[in-house]
T-cell receptor, first 111, second 117 residues
Framework: GENVEQHPSTLSVQEGDSAVIKCTYS??????FPWYKQELGKRPQLIID?????GEKKDQRIAVTLNKTAKHFSLHITETQPEDSAVYFC??????????FGRGTSLIVHP | ETGVTQTPRHLVMGMTNKKSLKCEQH?????MYWYKQSAKKPLELMFV???????ENNSVPSRFSPECPNSSHLFLHLHTLQPEDSALYLC????????????????FGPGTRLTVL
């Protein structure tokens, strides 16, 4: 089955800095890579996703990059703001429609 | 109401109680999921239903019993739980999923915060 590793587990940055969260996956059949944000006490919500036919996708201050050869993908947040503080989960799916989630990264943005 | 809803939002139960969690999705999806989320632990997949058929049981103890009467509703029946079962239980849905299909976005409910005394 699929195995997804996510790093770091905790990331602390100053407001305005960039943040990068990295994930690796094991199943070469995976072709869909979503990222979810879970604020404290709330449900996980999709913030951006990428399919294997593209290498990068951007949406305002967030971007995701995918390297299929190396089997890794990353979330990039620029100009971080305190409201970006949350737990971020990566996931991989496609070998099975059921996604495999990473362990999560707790992002703390200090004002 | 739109999206994925869950009731109750909070539940406190004793170890000998029987209770049920309910999930309803208004998105026309065909796949529904139960996850357990404990403090400082990753999302743990428990059960998956696709077109009302259970397609995944991730080695979950029998004190958790799922039920999916139709594509819009999913229940989790709880019986003789243990304190370590205290967690946030999240329901999710996605469009559909034959096993050879590409993955789809999952839409999560708000969760039920369960405390077992």
């Amino acid at each position: 089955g699929e195995n997804v590793e996510q790093h770091p587990s905790t990331l602390s940055v100053q407001e305005g800095d960039s943040a990068v969260i990295k994930c690796t996956y094991s199943d070469s059949a995976s072709n869909y890579f979503p990222w979810y944000k879970q604020e404290l006490g709330k449900r996980p919500q999709l913030i951006i996703d990428i399919r294997s036919n593209v290498g990068e996708k951007k949406d305002q201050r967030i971007a995701v990059t995918l390297n299929k050869t190396a089997k890794h993908f990353s979330l990039h947040i620029t100009e971080t703001q305190p409201e970006d503080s949350a737990v971020y989960f990566c996931a991989a799916a496609g070998g099975s429609y059921i996604p495999t989630f990473g362990r999560g990264t707790s992002l703390i943005v200090h004002p | 109401e739109t999206g994925v809803t869950q009731t109750p939002r909070h539940l406190v139960m004793g170890m000998t109680n029987k209770k049920s969690l309910k999930c309803e999705q208004h998105l026309g999806h065909n796949a529904m999921y139960w996850y357990k989320q404990s403090a400082k632990k990753p999302l743990e997949l428990m059960f998956v239903y696709n077109f009302k058929e259970q397609t995944e049981n991730n080695s979950v103890p029998s004190r958790f019993s799922p039920e999916c009467p139709n594509s819009s509703h999913l229940f989790l029946h709880l019986h003789t739980l243990q304190p370590e079962d205290s967690a946030l239980y999240l329901c999710a849905s996605s469009q559909d999923g034959p096993r050879d299909r590409e993955g789809d976005t999952q839409y999560f409910g708000p969760g039920t915060r369960l405390t077992v005394l």
